[in-house]
């Protein structure tokens, strides 16, 4: 029990130097060439056991192949925070689905589920760091625990992605 809270301590300490780094615009972007279709299917593969030990659906929907220039170790970390958050707020016998495409130099990543959601108001907030919809969504011993920074480090890696996005140098 010690070992794992000194891990998710680390992680804590590690997600607020990202954002720290990422805020002082000192968070070296490393892009290279990849299909993002396989990554998201990487992903959601990796994610399959903690879906199925709470009895969730996890599929994935990616309709074609989509190169991308970005950079894929950050894509890979938003992608898993995503799901994880998805199947950690899906009760029991739920769903989850991922989905991406491409229209133009545009791309779409999805990640849906069948949990309660979020309150419309609170929808924005939950970008913000340290934010937790209520009491239920705080840490427990079953969900493994965070902070409330994944979002916001997801959030930075989208917005990273789609300033550095370059898709015509595949």
Same mark, same amino acid.
């Given at each position: 029990?010690l070992?794992?809270?000194? @891990?998710r301590l680390? @992680?804590?300490?590690e ?6 780094r990422?805020d002082?615009g000192?968070?070296p972007?490393s ?16 994610a399959? =056991?903690?879906?199925s030990?709470? @009895?969730i659906?996890l599929?994935?929907?990616?309709p074609?192949?989509l190169p991308?220039r970005?950079?894929e ?11 994880d ?8 016998g ?5 989905s991406?495409?491409?229209s133009?130099a545009?791309?779409?990543? =999805?990640v849906t ?9 609170l929808q @924005?907030?939950v ?12 840490? =427990?011993?079953h ?16 917005? =990273?992605a789609s300033?550095?996005?370059d898709?015509?140098?595949?």
């Amino acid at each position: 029990m010690l070992h794992a809270e000194a @891990q998710r301590l680390t @992680q804590i300490v590690e997600d607020l130097f990202t954002l720290t780094r990422a805020d002082a615009g000192q968070y070296p972007l490393s892009p290279h060439e990849f299909y993002l279709d396989e990554l998201v299917a990487d992903c959601t593969h990796a994610a399959r =056991s903690l879906a199925s030990a709470k @009895q969730i659906s996890l599929t994935c929907e990616v309709p074609e192949e989509l190169p991308i220039r970005a950079d894929e170790g950050l894509l890979r970390r938003m992608i898993l925070n995503l799901l994880d958050n998805a199947i950690k707020y899906t009760p029991a016998g739920g769903r989850v689905t991922v989905s991406c495409g491409r229209s133009g130099a545009e791309y779409a990543l =999805s990640v849906t589920d069948s949990g309660e959601g979020i309150p419309g108001d609170l929808q @924005q907030r939950v970008f913000e760091r340290f934010f937790r919809v209520d009491k239920a969504r705080t840490r =427990s011993e079953h969900d493994g625990g965070g902070a409330g920074l994944g979002l916001s480090i997801a959030r930075w890696i989208a917005e =990273s992605a789609s300033r550095a996005l370059d898709p015509g140098a595949f």
